[in-house]
């Protein structure tokens, strides 16, 4: 398989263009930028080629696989680029322990990549795998751990929360029987839950067993609260005038970072006394009034970035 070709089949790009508009401010002398989710390395390769020699780019993931496969990608830029398997969760210590203090752009491309999806143990219901599910492989819980150990309460919260299944209290029900017999080790064990406690055809099948997954997937990697710490920290990490840039698949993702976006922009905030509000002085000016979608070409070409949501702010 050629480079290109390889890289294309790890991961397309989502948005691409959109990003790299955003992300630069060109009022600014010397960029150092943060890809927080490096996965294929498409983002990245195309930041690098719009660096000058001073500029660098910080480049994370916590998948050792997306780490190793797009530092090949990228050595032909040598010490442009530093690259760290670490969590974006973690990107404040790992800039200080790096002697960094500021950066001025931050994107997040957030969610998994194509490759993970496909060929990695637990993230597909279409294979037979392993109940694992983490990116990070150094985190302690795996997807098997939490079907076979959640109470019924946590598990109608994560099915409800992250994956609107509807019906949370028949699934963690079904869930729980099925463990008292045999505990979940495999993909196919909860494929075969579904098709034995839901009568349903094959299309309703699909989208049920995918909220499904997503719910799992985003409560083993813990990706909401990373979510939030990182945007957190970015209020300190980004220097004025940098930029925030954000990329989302999923409306609770999209929703944390609106609603963040807000009220670090906002000059006014609530007290309580109802006839008081205090002024504050905006951490953020939004650059995105709307949320910017791909645009029908993109979609009709990759189907993944149907949901895609990018949202920018930037540091004041
Ligand atoms: C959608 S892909 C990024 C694709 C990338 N923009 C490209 O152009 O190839 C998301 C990547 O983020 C990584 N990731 C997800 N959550 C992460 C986290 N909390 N910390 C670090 N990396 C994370 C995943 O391992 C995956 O490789």
Do not use: W
Not at 29 to 54: F, M, P
Not at 99 to 113: A, C, H, P
Request: proline share 1%; hydrophobic share 35%; glycine share 4%.
């Amino acid at each position: 398989m050629s480079d290109a070709a390889e890289n294309k089949f790890f991961h397309t790009p989502v948005l691409l263009n959109e990003v790299l508009e955003y992300l630069f401010n060109d009022k600014l002398e010397k960029q150092i930028i943060v890809d927080g989710t490096l996965g294929g390395g498409g983002y990245s390769e195309a930041i690098l080629k719009r660096l000058n020699e001073n500029d660098l780019l910080i480049a994370l993931d916590k998948d050792l696989e997306a780490l190793e496969h797009s530092k090949k990608r990228l050595e032909k830029f040598g010490s442009k680029v530093k690259f760290f398997n670490n969590n974006f969760a973690d990107i404040k210590t790992v800039l200080l322990q790096n002697g960094m203090k500021k950066i001025t752009g931050l994107v997040l491309d957030l969610g998994l990549s194509s490759h993970q999806i496909e060929n990695e143990d637990g993230f597909s219901y279409l294979k037979d795998t392993k109940l694992d599910m983490r990116a990070f492989k150094k985190d302690a819980k795996t997807a098997g751990d939490v079907l076979n150990s959640y109470s019924k309460e946590e598990l109608m919260k994560m099915f409800e929360d992250y994956g609107e299944t509807g019906n949370e209290r028949r699934l963690a029900d079904a869930i729980i029987e099925k463990r008292k017999v045999n505990k979940f080790k495999t993909t196919f064990d909860v494929v075969r839950l579904i098709e034995d406690e839901y009568r349903i055809d094959k299309k309703n099948m699909i989208k049920f067993l995918s909220k499904i997954f997503q719910a799992l997937r985003i409560e083993v990697n813990n990706e909401m609260d990373n979510l939030k710490k990182v945007l957190n920290d970015s209020i300190d990490m980004v220097e004025e005038g940098g930029r925030i840039v954000m990329v989302s698949y999923h409306s609770l993702e999209d929703r944390i970072v609106k609603n963040f976006f807000k009220e670090m922009s906002a000059t006014t905030k609530k007290t309580d006394n109802p006839f008081y509000d205090e002024t504050v002085t905006p951490k953020i000016k939004i650059l995105t009034k709307k949320s910017v979608v791909p645009a029908f070409e993109e979609i009709k070409n990759n189907s993944r970035a149907r949901s895609a949501k990018l949202r920018c702010a930037e540091r004041m």
